[in-house]
């Protein structure tokens, strides 16, 4: 029953899984939806499992049951005879399983028939419109691919709300996200015994017992935690906008990653000069020279930049392109600074490597080693910030 | 719809719900998986199993997820030290290893006689591998402790509602066995609802003019955190006890500290939006 549906999920890229799938099966043969409305939201809660993929979802919704708001149109004239619910009857096995075989164009357009053949109200029986039998069509019935018409007062219809698409702006269509990322960054890390002893030594507890004649002496030792310190610097610059998600997918994952020692984060526009910023608009300043001092060479130091500008703003005094900045000392030299007081430092790029052939950006990759801002060179970056030097 | 055990939960008088949440929750409950709600902070996600235990009347056992919880802990500890140490005075019978294993959250809501409510607050802010690592216990309801050589399977199947405030941060065999909520932000009838349970004798023209103006507040987007619910009720309480002019709520925004949380939402907000006349503040016409 509606397997295409399945298919045009996929299509749209909603990642649907097939143990998703059997689970709303399970949920349509036990009878638990039993109009369209209950379908489109017990169906996305089974299957989608991100507000991101709402919207796909949606749209997957509204290109397979298109041609269902008519008869919602129709409910209308027949609310008035369905006005009292009846108690639902049950079904027999081999009823169900009649039912189960026509899908949702054959119930529409034998629902259509039935309703011009129709001329009375009907309650009970299998195939009039009516209340509590077992036709497909009616309401407070029993038809697991049943359309149900009336009845209690529901507010819009399915159709409607996949019509508003109302979760486009969830929408993401991402190449990396953030757990990749995240799965990426664990691989920064460098396991010390460090903080207070509240970790059990068996061994040395086993050892200690046997010499004290089997009185039992505990020895504690430091736990391992992660002793990586990481500073992120990156561009914000306007060449970098066609970037920004994915910058700041990176961002989220590393300031989420709970896993450093410490980490820290700035920004910069195009190069980097005397001033480093807390935030992307470049409001609150702190001096480069200021974090060369006060971090320690081992912080891990990852740059995030296309590197692409003009060469002077990588080689002049006074290059920068924020004229007020004022810079005695060209880019290139704060850049070499930073390669030298820092012993690991890479540079993610994200645009493609051909592009990399621009003046600029062969002379930064010159002092960094330079990766691409995939899943792969963010890999291969991590393991090049870990090399013992 | 009772009679197949559908339709369980109603809501509770002081929670309002909507009904695809309602839906996902009973379906939840009917298949025996683990319900996954998502949503901005603050539209009550935590709530949510408070509501359903108070609603079906059934006890709600909490499992508050912190950086370092470890999936382990949540099904039994077994307590090593103890043993060893009563090892040594015999005052206690040291074979028997059952008194040295405390069960965990999962574990003592499997082991209940009665079916439970089980929430796992905020899964994604424990380590990445942990929701993984709780897969087959969440599918089976059931582990095997080695020591004992015990296996705790759940009598009922535990109502599971799984919070989470990350997005795209667990991992799809995790989310190939939830059933998924995101609760969206109230539009202002359900949040006019949501307000008059907490504040039954709400005010209409201060409920409308507050709302108006968070709503507005709400689409500024240079914000780091919007306002949300519960910032709006700490706002309507603030107002309501300062005895604050209906007019003067959406010109002058007063305490709006409680609204914005944020330093910096803050400056920015003053920044760019207010002017100074004598001692206060004023929103800046546009």
Same mark, same amino acid.
């Given at each position: ?7 045009? /999920? ?5 990642? +649907? ?29 089974? /299957? ?51 039912? !189960?075989?026509?899908?949702? !164009? ?32 009616? *309401? ?36 990396? !996200? ?53 500073? /992120? ?14 910058? #700041? ?6 300031? #989420? #990653?709970?896993?450093?020692?410490? #980490? ?37 130091? +990852?740059? +995030?930049? !296309? ?33 030298? *007081? ?44 870990? +090399?013992?030097? | ?20 949440? =309602? ?18 902070? $603050? ?49 206690? &019978? ?11 959250? %999962? ?8 079916? %439970? ?21 969440? &599918? ?16 009922? =199947? ?11 941060? @667990?991992? &799809?065999?995790?989310? =190939? ?56 009720? &700490?706002?309507?309480?603030? @107002? ?16 709006? $500290?409680? %609204? ?27």
């Amino acid at each position: 029953m509606f397997t295409d549906f399945f298919y045009s /999920l996929k299509k749209r890229r909603v990642p +649907v899984s097939i143990t998703e799938w059997m689970t709303l099966m399970e949920a349509l043969a036990k009878g638990y939806i039993s109009n369209l409305d209950e379908f489109y939201y017990l169906a996305r809660a089974i /299957l989608v499992k991100s507000e991101a993929y709402y919207d796909h979802y949606d749209v997957a919704f509204q290109e397979y049951f298109k041609g269902i708001e008519a008869p919602a149109e129709i409910t209308e004239q027949i609310l008035e005879w369905l006005k009292d619910p009846i108690n639902r009857m049950t079904l027999t096995e081999e009823e169900r399983a009649l039912f !189960d075989k026509m899908d949702f !164009d054959e119930l529409l357009k034998e629902f259509e028939k039935r309703l011009e053949e129709q001329t009375e109200q009907h309650d009970g029986g299998g195939h009039w419109i009516g209340r509590g039998g077992t036709s497909p069509f009616g *309401h407070s019935g029993y038809h697991p691919a049943g359309i149900r018409i009336g009845g209690q007062s529901r507010g819009r219809h399915a159709i409607q709300i996949a019509q508003e698409r109302r979760f486009q702006n969830y929408r993401s269509d991402l190449t990396l !996200d953030v757990r990749q990322i995240k799965m990426a960054l664990r691989g920064l890390r460098q396991l010390n015994r460090i903080g207070p002893e509240d970790e059990l030594d068996l061994e040395k507890t086993i050892k200690a017992t046997s010499k004290n004649a089997g009185e039992i002496e505990l020895i504690w030792t430091r736990s391992r935690k992660n002793a990586v310190k990481l500073l /992120l610097l990156m561009d914000v610059g306007g060449s970098m906008e066609p970037f920004a998600l994915l910058c #700041s997918q990176l961002f989220s994952a590393a300031h #989420s #990653s709970s896993h450093f020692k410490d #980490s820290q984060f700035f920004y910069f526009h195009n190069c980097i000069y005397d001033d480093l910023y807390h935030d992307i608009e470049r409001n609150e300043a702190i001096s480069t020279d200021h974090l060369l001092r006060t971090l320690e060479p081992d912080y891990k130091v +990852v740059l +995030v930049g !296309d590197a692409r500008m003009a060469p002077y703003e990588l080689m002049e005094r006074y290059g920068a392109i924020n004229y007020y900045e004022r810079n005695d000392t060209p880019g290139i030299i704060w850049l070499k600074r930073i390669a030298d *007081h820092f012993t690991h430092c890479i540079w993610l790029n994200p645009e493609v490597p051909r592009f990399w052939i621009y003046p600029t950006v062969r002379l930064i990759g010159k002092l960094f080693p330079m990766f691409e801002l995939t899943l792969d060179g963010l890999g291969q970056a991590v393991k090049k910030l870990v +090399v013992k030097k | 719809m009772n009679s197949n055990g559908f339709d369980q939960f109603k809501g509770s008088p002081d929670y309002v719900t909507s009904e695809p949440l =309602r839906n996902a929750v009973n379906v939840s409950i009917a298949l025996g998986r683990p319900v996954l709600i998502r949503g901005e902070p $603050g539209t009550g996600k935590t709530l949510l199993a408070h509501s359903i235990a108070r609603g079906l009347g059934k006890k709600l056992i909490t499992w508050n997820i912190k950086s370092t919880t470890k999936a382990q802990e949540g099904l039994y500890i077994y307590d090593t030290v103890q043993r060893l140490n009563d090892s040594r005075f015999g005052d206690k &019978d040291v074979s028997d290893i059952k008194q040295y294993i405390k069960l965990g959250k %999962l574990g003592q809501a499997f082991a209940s006689p009665e079916q %439970l409510v089980l929430l796992i607050d905020e899964v994604d802010k424990a380590d990445i591998e942990f929701p993984n690592d709780l897969l087959n216990e969440l &599918d089976e309801m059931s582990f095997y402790i080695p020591e004992t050589n015990e296996t705790i399977s759940a009598i009922h =199947r535990p109502i599971t509602v799984i919070t989470s405030n990350a997005e795209k941060e @667990l991992p &799809d065999a995790f989310l =190939r066995r939830c059933i998924f909520h995101y609760i969206e932000f109230p539009d202002p009838e359900l949040m006019e609802e949501i307000v008059r349970v907490h504040f039954p004798d709400i005010k209409d023209n201060l409920l409308r003019e507050a709302l108006r103006t968070f709503y507005s507040l709400r689409e500024i987007d240079e914000f780091r955190k919007k306002p949300s619910t519960s910032e709006l009720i &700490d706002w309507l309480q603030a @107002l309501m006890a300062g005895g604050v002019a209906d007019e003067k709520i959406s010109s002058e925004i007063p305490f709006i $500290g409680t %609204l914005l949380k944020k330093e910096t939402d803050y400056n920015h907000f003053v920044n760019a939006y207010m002017t100074r006349i004598g001692d206060n503040y004023i929103i800046r016409r546009r």
